[in-house]
């Protein structure tokens, strides 16, 4: 499946951002979804992640009550809802893929089977 992510820019302290990823080319519903961040000089980390049929959500611990993440199967879109956004949220922001099973939703890379390219996400102070 192929992935473009889009919404990223400058944002504030207490901002909002919404971040997009469209999907194509293979079947968005055999897919959980996810979105992990880097900053610079810091290792890729999981962000949230959403079952195939978004029963089912999980998210890491530093953006949980802020960011929440939704699809759209009808449209193979997957969404980053960001609020309260932080300096410590800027990074690059990536969408992904894993061909799984019902119900199951990503926890790490390991798991991704197709990344998108990254959306710059930069929160001034």
């Known amino acids: 499946v192929q992935l473009q992510a889009s919404g990223g820019g400058l944002v504030q302290v207490g901002g909002s951002l919404r971040l997009s990823c469209a999907a194509s080319g293979r079947t968005f519903t055999d897919y959980a979804m996810g979105w992990f961040r880097q900053a610079p000089g810091k290792e890729r980390e999981f962000v949230a992640s959403i079952s195939r049929g978004g029963s089912r959500r999980n998210y890491a611990d530093s953006v949980k009550g802020r960011f929440t993440i939704s699809r759209d199967n009808a449209k193979n879109m997957v969404y980053l809802e960001m609020n309260n956004l932080k300096p410590g949220d800027t990074a690059v922001y990536s969408c992904?893929?894993?061909?799984?099973?019902?119900?199951?939703?990503?926890?790490?890379?390991?798991?991704?089977?197709?990344w998108g390219q990254g959306t710059q996400v930069t929160v001034s102070s």
């Open positions: 992904a893929a894993d061909f799984t099973v019902t119900g199951a939703v990503i926890s790490t890379a390991l798991q991704v089977d197709s």
